[in-house]
T-cell receptor, first 117, second 112 residues
């Protein structure tokens, strides 16, 4: 099966600019996650979608970050305006609980590396 | 609050040696404890995972040891190889939240 696709791979912007990331999950995966991974740290959940509804966005800085998942498939994550501390890798993952407990089917994309200067 | 604590931050092991990474968790409601391997420029990839009703799970050179009473689990990599050089993350999965909580990561370097 095809993996989780993300674009762009790299992005460099100036602070206060806006940026958008795109994610295409594995076909049939109902759950989609956006994680922020700051250099040297583990991924931190920003937002979780179940189909096209938001399940958890408690860690999303809503004053500057927004995300949507139209039609329950692709998703976009936007930052506006960006700050220096937003420099990180933004990972998208998708999962299917239908696989059962052996593997909750979390598959990560390769991420988008954002540098804010 | 860091729900999963991981150590060491970095680890250097000779080829053929044993790499050991330790994790501890706070929440007893976690359902599943996976380990992820991440190479530079790639997303984390599932390596091996264990349920809390099992004390040990082995897959090839990789073994998870799980101590439920101590709320600790560890990854052992036997006969470590240079190709194992990567960052390893422990994690805890909450089925109720359908969410993974990651440790801070261990950068493993295996010296030839």
């Amino acid at each position: 099966e095809a993996g989780v696709a993300q674009s762009p791979r790299y992005k460099i912007i100036e602070k206060r600019q806006s940026v958008a990331f795109w994610c295409n999950p594995i076909s049939g995966h109902a759950t989609l996650y956006w994680y922020q991974q700051i250099l040297g740290q583990g991924p931190k959940l920003l937002i979780q979608f179940q189909n096209n509804g938001v399940v958890d966005d408690s860690q999303l800085p809503k004053d500057r970050f927004s995300a949507e998942r139209l039609k329950g498939v692709d998703s976009t994550l936007k930052i506006q305006p960006a700050k220096l501390e937003d420099s990180a890798v933004y990972l998208c993952a998708s999962s299917s609980l239908d696989r059962g407990p052996v593997n909750y089917g979390y598959t990560f994309g390769s991420g988008t590396r954002l540098t804010v200067v | 609050q860091q729900q999963v604590k991981q150590s060491p931050q970095s680890l250097i092991v000779q080829k053929g040696g044993i790499s050991i990474i330790n994790c501890a968790y706070e929440n007893t409601a976690f359902d599943y404890f996976p380990w992820y391997q991440q190479f530079p420029g790639k997303g984390p990839a599932l390596l091996i995972a264990i349920r809390p009703d099992v004390s040990e799970k082995k897959e090839g050179r990789f073994t998870i040891s799980f101590n439920k009473s101590a709320k600790q689990f560890s990854l052992h990599i036997m006969d470590s190889q240079p190709g194992d050089s990567a960052t390893y993350f422990c994690a805890a999965f909450s089925r109720a939240a359908n969410n993974l909580f990651f440790g801070t990561g261990t950068r493993l370097t295996v010296i030839p």
